[in-house]
């Protein structure tokens, strides 16, 4: 089944571009585990909940599911519950009729609707508001739902797997996740493990990513010297897979020759300690202000690219928006800076 996009980064699609022939690109140990775990749960109907950081592939998993589960030939429909406000998210999960709202000409299929009798992907699941998440206990509970103006309810069968970068249960203690909704969504909890713990992986992931994305004009980065592999393995991976993807597809660009070379990588890579330095403590200085100083430090880093920031910063893309806007300096990281040179 080709892709096709939702509005609001919502996607509804069969395959992933870390999947080599419906399987995830591994051999470490680590991954071997959890792909036992996958082959276990995909063909039941429970609800699975996988954490990990963020740019660990969770989404991966969650395609690696469906695909080896009974519901494989319907649709997998993501959505990430971090991306919309809170009356944007509900039309694009539940639909709208037409008339219920300024804007809303025509009636929409959901989301939930147009995943029924296939997988329900929640990303970023812990950042639903408590209006959300009542609404979505509702669905679990219920199997129907109602569109954004609409009185009359649409029964929908879905496999519901969902994820985060948070810790769930220490939400549910501090009364901002629902408790019943975290026992409905995480009926079988999958770890997608963070790159630093599953370096054997980082040849077979950069072999993909090379040959996967070669530029056949440039005829430059198609392949990986020994001292650069070196290198990448000993990184830590802040960013994790998405990280590491984003690096192969810069090198390239970048690179000078077919083998991407040491000194091709950025400082950043070859000397990551650089990037830390130990401040003595300013008793002038306000844990908002550290905050603030911290996160642009990030994004300077990163020359603005805004979803590697959050990745390293550990915070979801919508926080980063957030802090932007309270400090004012959401105009200035609105463009990306242009890479450093390797």
């Known amino acids: 089944m080709s892709n096709s996009s939702f509005p609001g980064g919502s996607q509804l699609s069969s395959s992933n571009p870390i999947l080599a022939g419906n399987q995830v690109i591994h051999k470490s140990d680590l991954m071997k585990q959890v792909m036992r775990m996958v082959d276990r749960v995909a063909p039941s ?27 494989r030939d319907k649709p997998f429909v993501a959505i990430n519950c971090g991306a919309l406000r809170e009356a944007l998210l509900e039309s694009e999960l539940f ?21 029924s009798g296939g997988t329900l992907f929640l990303d970023e699941i812990g950042e639903l508001s408590p209006g959300m998440q009542a609404k979505l206990l509702r669905f679990i509970q219920e199997g129907e739902i109602y569109r954004v103006g609409g009185k009359e309810p649409i029964q929908v069968d879905i496999r519901l797997v969902s ?44 072999n993909h990513f090379l040959s996967k994305n070669t530029s056949r004009v440039l005829n430059r980065g198609r392949s990986m010297s020994e001292e650069a592999m070196q290198a990448l393995l000993k990184y830590d991976w802040p960013g994790n897979i998405r990280e590491l993807q984003n690096l192969c597809e810069r090198l390239q660009i970048l690179a000078d020759g077919e083998i991407i070379q040491a000194s091709d990588l950025p400082d950043s890579i070859l000397s990551p300690e650089a990037r830390y330095s130990m401040d003595e403590y300013d008793p002038s200085m306000t844990l908002h202000e550290l905050e603030k100083r911290h996160i642009i430090k990030a994004l300077n880093y990163f020359e603005g690219n805004k979803t590697q920031a959050a990745n390293a910063l550990g915070i979801t893309i919508k926080t980063l928006y957030n802090k932007l806007h309270e400090y004012g300096e959401f105009e200035k990281f609105a463009i990306h800076s242009k890479p450093k040179k390797a």
């Not at 639909?95 to 995943?115: C, N, P, V």
Request: net charge positive; proline share 3%; no cysteine.
């Open 45 to 71: 109907n429970a609800s699975v909940l996988i954490l990990g950081e963020s740019g660990t592939g969770k989404e991966l998993l969650a395609h690696a599911i469906h695909s080896k589960s009974q519901r």
């Open 163 to 206: 994820a985060t970068n948070r810790e769930l249960d220490a939400e549910v203690m501090k009364g901002t996740f629902r408790e019943d909704l975290y026992y409905r969504i995480n009926t079988i909890t999958v770890h997608s493990p963070p790159l630093r713990r599953r370096k054997e992986d980082i040849p077979l992931l950069v």
């Open 95 to 115: 639909g709208h009729e037409k008339g219920a709202f300024t804007g809303a000409y025509s009636r929409k299929i959901g989301l939930a609707e147009a995943a």
